[in-house]
């Protein structure tokens, strides 16, 4: 079977805008090694910790991840680089939200994380929009707008591989739920 006309269209459309993104060699490894080790790690725990890795490793920035809390009703930090400056369980900062779009709170650039929009509504919680989570990387100057858009870029990527665990995670208690039931 031929590839379609549309996804054709598209695959020429995202193949001009990586040129117009103008990502350096750095950032298009970052990207790629992200994807590598979230396929490769099985532990949300350690796909939590290359999230906030990655702008470590590759830039010298550090990080922290928030993820929606569905018993909390808001975003809890689940991962940071800085050692031992903040309990993983802390709500986050009032300086942190869910904001729809990227902004700076004091040297930190806040970028929202989002889910699928065609597979919210199937999440084990309601997120604000389809914002899941939240990165938050600094110090970092907010008026370098391909900074800005590399992170975007970024965030992007740890939406899908979280919103993708987080379904799988949803399955896996559903099978067990019937699996209990039948066993019952």
Same mark, same amino acid.
């Given at each position: 079977?031929?590839?379609?006309?549309?996804?054709?269209?598209?695959?020429?459309?995202?193949?001009?805008?990586?040129?117009?993104?103008?990502?350096?060699?750095?950032?298009?490894?970052?990207?790629?090694?992200?994807?590598?080790?979230?396929?490769?790690?099985?532990?949300?725990?350690?796909?939590?910790?290359?999230?906030?890795?990655?702008?470590?490793?590759?830039?010298?920035?550090?990080?922290?991840?928030?993820?929606?809390?569905?018993?909390?009703?808001?975003?809890?930090?689940?991962?940071?680089?800085?050692?031992?400056? /903040?309990?993983?369980?802390?709500?986050?900062?009032?300086?942190?939200?869910?904001?729809?779009?990227?902004?700076?709170?004091?040297?930190?650039?806040?970028?929202?994380?989002?889910?699928?929009?065609?597979?919210?509504?199937?999440?084990?919680?309601?997120?604000?929009?389809?914002?899941?989570?939240?990165?938050?990387?600094?110090?970092?100057?907010?008026?370098?707008? /391909?900074?800005?858009?590399?992170?975007?870029?970024?965030?992007?990527?740890?939406?899908?591989?979280? /919103?993708?665990?987080?379904?799988?995670?949803?399955?896996?208690?559903?099978?067990?739920?019937?699996?209990?039931?039948?066993?019952?």
């Amino acid at each position: 079977m031929a590839v379609s006309e549309r996804v054709l269209t598209r695959l020429e459309k995202k193949k001009a805008d990586y040129t117009t993104y103008g990502f350096s060699r750095v950032e298009s490894n970052a990207l790629k090694t992200y994807f590598d080790l979230a396929q490769e790690f099985d532990d949300i725990q350690d796909v939590y910790q290359v999230s906030v890795g990655i702008p470590k490793s590759f830039f010298g920035l550090e990080a922290r991840l928030y993820v929606v809390d569905p018993r909390r009703g808001g975003l809890s930090l689940v991962a940071s680089t800085e050692d031992g400056s /903040h309990a993983l369980t802390w709500e986050c900062p009032g300086d942190v939200d869910m904001a729809q779009r990227p902004y700076c709170a004091g040297e930190s650039l806040i970028l929202p994380i989002r889910g699928k929009k065609q597979l919210v509504s199937q999440l084990p919680f309601r997120p604000v929009g389809d914002v899941i989570g939240v990165l938050e990387v600094y110090p970092c100057d907010a008026s370098d707008a /391909h900074r800005v858009l590399f992170f975007e870029k970024y965030a992007n990527r740890i939406g899908f591989s979280l /919103h993708m665990r987080f379904l799988l995670q949803k399955n896996v208690e559903h099978v067990e739920f019937v699996r209990r039931l039948v066993a019952d």
